[in-house]
T-cell receptor
Framework: GENVEQHPSTLSVQEGDSAVIKCTYSDSASNYFPWYKQELGKGPQLIIDIRSNVGEKKDQRIAVTLNKTAKHFSLHITETQPEDSAVYFCAASPGRNAGNMLTFGGGTRLMVKP | GAVVSQHPSRVICKSGTSVKIECRSLDFQATTMFWYRQFPKQSLMLMATSNEGSKATYEQGVEKDKFLINHASLTLSTLTVTSAHPEDSSFYIC?????????????FGSGTQLSVL
């Protein structure tokens, strides 16, 4: 089955700096890669996703890059703000043949210091 | 994005009692919903896949008689923790796919913190 590893487990940045979270996956059949933000006591919120036919996707201060050859993808947050502090999870899905099941990374606790 | 509503957000119960958690898709129909369990500072662990009109599919190690799942309509799935014990205390989260947003997109409810005394 799919295995997703996420690094770092914790990340502390100064407000205004950029934050990068990296994930690797094992199943070359995976073709969908979402990122979720989870605030304390709440459910995960989908913030951005990318499909395997795209190398990069951007939405305002958030961007995701995908390297299918190396089987890794990254989340980039620019101009970080205190409200970006949360736990971020990456995930990978092998698509319809596997019921679109998501495998999650271990999570990254991001702390943005004002 | 699509809205998934989960209730209650927090429940405290005595050991031995049963607790029901509801998960509703508010603005879309969901033939499949998923139930996850999350321990503090850990990732989400898939417990079971809930299929409308049929039996749920449980992940290895999850007791189906302990965690009863009912998916009676296209907008509602329920998880009942039967004869709850302190070790069942956890954060339970449901999710659903909005096929209209693209088959892959998965949206989560706000979670239920279960505390068993």
């Amino acid at each position: 089955g799919e295995n997703v590893e996420q690094h770092p487990s914790t990340l502390s940045v100064q407000e205004g700096d950029s934050a990068v979270i990296k994930c690797t996956y094992s199943d070359s059949a995976s073709n969908y890669f979402p990122w979720y933000k989870q605030e304390l006591g709440k459910g995960p919120q989908l913030i951005i996703d990318i499909r395997s036919n795209v190398g990069e996707k951007k939405d305002q201060r958030i961007a995701v890059t995908l390297n299918k050859t190396a089987k890794h993808f990254s989340l980039h947050i620019t101009e970080t703000q205190p409200e970006d502090s949360a736990v971020y999870f990456c995930a990978a899905s092998p698509g319809r043949n596997a019921g679109n099941m998501l495998t999650f990374g271990g999570g990254t606790r991001l702390m943005v210091k004002p | 994005g699509a809205v998934v509503s989960q209730h209650p957000s927090r429940v405290i119960c005595k050991s031995g009692t049963s607790v029901k958690i509801e998960c509703r898709s508010l603005d879309f129909q969901a033939t499949t919903m998923f139930w996850y369990r999350q321990f503090p500072k850990q990732s989400l662990m898939l417990m079971a896949t809930s299929n409308e009109g049929s039996k749920a599919t449980y992940e290895q190690g999850v007791e189906k008689d302990k965690f009863l799942i009912n998916h009676a309509s296209l907008t509602l799935s329920t998880l009942t923790v039967t004869s709850a014990h302190p070790e069942d205390s956890s954060f339970y989260i449901c999710s659903a796919r909005d096929l209209g947003s693209g088959r892959e997109k998965l949206f989560f409810g706000s979670g239920t913190q279960l505390s068993v005394l």
